[in-house]
């Protein structure tokens, strides 16, 4: 019976096959050419020795070891997991908070929308060092300047060890969190009004509405979000790259950011180790990847 | 107060809005909004400002607003900034790279996006996972490899021929093919256009190619606009690739980027810099702001 029916849906036609792969032809080519060999080679060469960007012996897992054995290897790790922790705790809820409120409100709704939607315009270099202007340790920086006019002494923001994550993440969050809100608001679109009406009738007053008609609602998206967000996250590079430079002492360097030092700025010696570094950071992910996978199966599913 | 009874009942309801309860929640809002409007707009204002400050006045009087600015000033301060930067070559570079990315963009994920919506050929299941996976792979792990890959493109050996793509734009223009996400975004559009369309277009004697050009992707307009606006932004702030691949050709991301080094630009000629690096993008945003806010429903990933 299966059989019969898969036969009737697809009648094989050379012509139509010939041209299908014609039209997938340049998508296959470059998708080959610049992810999948490139990743497949990634990982083979990782166990050789490089020089520079030539291919030279097998050396196993000295390339891994060396990545390891890197007195700031910890560091660095722990580094990515507070970018991760403080972009969670500073940038995720804001984004939905905002949709939810931008849904609610009817005036200005548009202008709000517009104006916050400001920082996602803005080139993402440009804004960086917008911000790391912001955050200059003397009093020509915008939050120096501030402080000063309420009679505070200046502080050294991004040159702190114990701020400069959280000022990327800060600025992380202000650039990014228009694009979020805006997947937050195409959303709230979808939740249906007869059953904020039907809650109204039952007595239920606004944050009860909130709670039992706009969470159930949501949880799937805000869900993956969170998924999404430690993903990205955890690959953080050109932040630090264009307003830190990993420092001070290193205090911001991430695994990215030290796989670009290794790659590109070791002066040819260290391409290996981007390499095995460029591995385990996708071990560490791919977690994260089969969850979010299987947790989009899920929500879709349900619907 | 009439727009009160046309609010759509969410959160809120329009009942809620003439208690003193519901009136506080809204207020609440909408001081929030207000904050959060400022706080993404105030780092660009800031910009702008200092831009068309004097130098002393930058290191001296260290106020939000500029003193006793004038137009003719201002005037003055626009052209000399723009002929000390010298930012008009790497205007005309972007640009032809931003059109270049939108080519390969169009032409390789919208043909993958057809292919594996409507054609089906064999194996395109097994394509379609492969895809879906890709998107999720961090990129970090291919890094070296596709920097090899542009230095001896494509076998990515120095096993003496291939060419090398560096200081061209052959990078970006193939890179932004390789956009898994965007196959996606075009699979789902297609998905959601009828195959009656097709098969009638066939009965009627049109080729495969012809389905496509004349009828599917016009039908596709929308999303092809919408991934041209976002193709073009992302052309005007993509800055980590040029930073790797390109060094005599320029483009103005990695020009601001450099500048940042440059200790004879004075800070308001440097703030210059930003504000012309995100004229081009704010331009896109006044054209099609109703269809960036507006988004598209994106979906899922399902096959």
Not at chain 1, 63 to 88: A, E
Not at chain 1, 128 to 153: A, C, H, R
Request: hydrophobic share 50%; charged share 15%; with cysteine.
């Amino acid at each position: 019976m299966m059989n019969t029916r898969k036969k009737l849906k697809r009648k094989f036609n050379l012509r139509d096959e010939i041209d299908a792969w014609v039209l997938l032809l340049p998508m296959v080519v470059i998708l080959y050419l610049f992810v999948w060999r490139p990743t497949v080679m990634g990982a083979a060469w990782s166990f050789f020795d490089m020089k520079a960007y030539t291919v030279k012996d097998f050396c196993g897992f000295d390339n891994y070891i060396r990545v390891m054995t890197h007195t700031q290897f910890l560091p660095m790790l722990l580094n990515t997991v507070k970018y991760v922790l403080w972009s969670l705790v500073i940038g995720f809820l804001p984004p939905l908070f905002i949709a939810i409120m931008i849904n609610e409100v009817i005036h200005f709704k548009n202008g709000f929308k517009v104006i916050i939607y400001v920082p996602a315009v803005i080139p993402g270099i440009a804004a960086m060092l917008m911000w790391y202007f912001m955050y200059y340790p003397d009093q020509t920086g915008l939050l120096n300047m501030i402080l000063s006019k309420i009679g505070v002494e200046p502080k050294q923001w991004l040159n702190d060890p114990s701020f400069t994550i959280v000022g990327i993440i800060i600025y992380s969050t202000w650039k990014g969190f228009a694009g979020t809100m805006l997947l937050y608001y195409a959303s709230l679109q979808s939740v249906s009004v007869e059953l904020y009406e039907a809650a109204i009738i039952d007595g239920a007053g606004p944050l009860r509405r909130l709670g039992y008609v706009t969470r159930p609602a949501m949880e799937g998206i805000i869900l993956l979000q969170l998924v999404r967000q430690i993903i990205s996250v955890f690959q953080i590079m050109e932040q630090p790259l264009a307003m830190t430079g990993g420092g001070p002492n290193g205090a911001s360097t991430s695994l990215s950011y030290q796989l670009y030092q290794y790659g590109f700025n070791s002066g040819g010696k260290g391409t290996g180790q981007a390499m095995a570094l460029g591995v385990i950071i996708f071990l560490i992910l791919i977690v994260f990847t089969i969850f979010y996978f299987w947790l989009n199966r899920k929500i879709e599913d349900r619907c | 107060m009439k727009r009160i009874d046309a609010k759509q009942t969410g959160m809120l309801a329009r009942t809620d809005l003439k208690t003193a309860y519901g009136k506080t929640i809204y207020g609440i809002f909408l001081l929030i909004l207000s904050v959060t409007a400022l706080i993404a707009v105030v780092p660009a204002i800031w910009t702008i400002l200092t831009a068309f400050k004097e130098t002393q006045e930058i290191y001296a009087a260290f106020s939000f607003f500029p003193k006793n600015i004038t137009w003719d000033k201002a005037v003055i301060r626009l052209v000399e900034s723009w002929n000390s930067l010298q930012l008009g070559k790497s205007f005309v570079n972007t640009l032809v790279l931003s059109v270049g990315n939108l080519g390969f963009h169009v032409i390789v994920c919208g043909f993958g996006g057809y292919v594996l919506s409507k054609l089906k050929p064999r194996g395109t299941k097994l394509l379609f996972t492969l895809v879906v996976w890709t998107m999720m792979m961090p990129s970090q792990i291919r890094m070296v490899p596709n920097y090899i890959s542009w230095l001896h493109f494509p076998f990515a050996s120095d096993i003496g021929y291939g060419f090398n793509l560096l200081d061209t734009f052959w990078p970006m223009w193939l890179g932004a093919g390789a956009d898994t996400f965007a196959v996606l975004l075009f699979k789902n559009a297609f998905d959601s256009l009828s195959n009656s369309y097709v098969e009638a277009a066939k009965l009627d004697g049109c080729t495969n190619y012809g389905v496509f050009f004349k009828i599917m992707l016009p039908l596709a307009m929308p999303v092809i606009i919408f991934q041209s606006i976002n193709i073009l932004s992302a052309a005007w702030s993509d800055f980590f690739t040029p930073l790797l691949v390109l060094d005599e050709l320029t483009v103005v991301p990695l020009s601001v980027y450099r500048l940042k080094e440059d200790t004879s630009i004075q800070m308001n000629t440097y703030f210059m810099a930003l504000v012309f690096a995100s004229i081009p993008p704010f331009i896109i945003f006044a054209i099609f702001q109703k269809r960036i806010l507006g988004g598209v429903n994106i979906g899922g990933v399902k096959g």
